[in-house]
T-cell receptor
Framework: GAVVSQHPSRVICKSGTSVKIECRSL??????MFWYRQFPKKSLMLMAT?????????EQGVEKDKFLINHASLTLSTLTVTSAHPEDSSFYIC???????????FGPGTRLTVT | GIQVEQSPPDLILQEGANSTLRCNFS?????LQWFHQNPWGQLINLFY?????KQNGRLSATTVATERYSLLYISSSQTTDSGVYFC????????????WGAGTKLIIKP
């Protein structure tokens, strides 16, 4: 149980284009979803927290107009990187928690390369 | 905000060895998870352990919340145990957010 999928696993895009990453909870309803960014050999950095049907709460320093988050249903959240630039290249990971529990379950991550 | 320190930062062991990873946090927390990030980047839940002791096979964890630390024990290490181990306590009064330590990178040699 508690499986989270993420798609795509790897994407290469040209500078100036937009990329959408999907995060799905497969066997539970995700009350809250989280988006993280991880730089090489570093820990996870929380970008934003989203509750189903509500606007995402972004961490300080994260541009909400650049990283658009939609949590339209209890099983799906999307992160769109708009007008991507090479410095947006990174490993993006989503997680989800369900019900009243604290535990977060993680997707396998998406490696974004902007050329 | 709460600070999380993990030690050691790096650990290299031979297959079959035992190890103890430590996580210190600077303030009271209401939950804590341990994760293993494998070489492909997938984070795997090991333990949800806000207090007490839990065991799962060769792994066990203990959190002493009053003294603000948690320990992860790995016994009879296998090469598949290699990766980065993260401790992540929950932010108090937050939307279930986690605070991340820098991790312990474990390499198990055959």
């Amino acid at each position: 149980g508690a499986v989270v999928s993420q798609h795509p696993s790897r994407v290469i895009c040209k500078s100036g284009t937009s990329v959408k990453i999907e995060c799905r909870s497969l066997d539970f309803q995700a009350t809250t979803m989280f988006w993280y960014r991880q730089f090489p050999k570093k820990s996870l950095m929380l970008m934003a927290t989203s509750n189903e049907g509500s606007k995402a709460t972004y961490e300080q320093g994260v541009e909400k107009d650049k990283f658009l988050i939609n949590h339209a249903s209890l099983t799906l959240s999307t992160l769109t990187v708009t007008s991507a630039h090479p410095e947006d290249s990174s490993f993006y990971i989503c997680s989800a928690r369900g019900g009243l529990g604290y535990e977060q379950y993680f997707g396998p991550g998406t490696r974004l390369t902007v050329t | 905000g709460i600070q999380v320190e993990q030690s050691p930062p790096d650990l290299i062991l031979q297959e079959g060895a035992n190890s103890t990873l430590r996580c210190n946090f600077s303030d009271s927390v209401n939950n804590l998870q341990w994760f293993h990030q494998n070489p492909w980047g997938q984070l795997i839940n090991l333990f949800y352990i806000p207090s007490g002791t839990k065991q799962n096979g060769r792994l066990s964890a203990t959190t002493v919340a009053t003294e603000r630390y948690s320990l992860l024990y790995i016994s009879s290490s296998q090469t598949t145990d290699s990766g980065v181990y993260f401790c992540a306590p929950g932010r108090p009064d937050s939307n279930y957010q986690l605070i991340w330590g820098a991790g312990t990178k474990l390499i198990i040699k055959p």
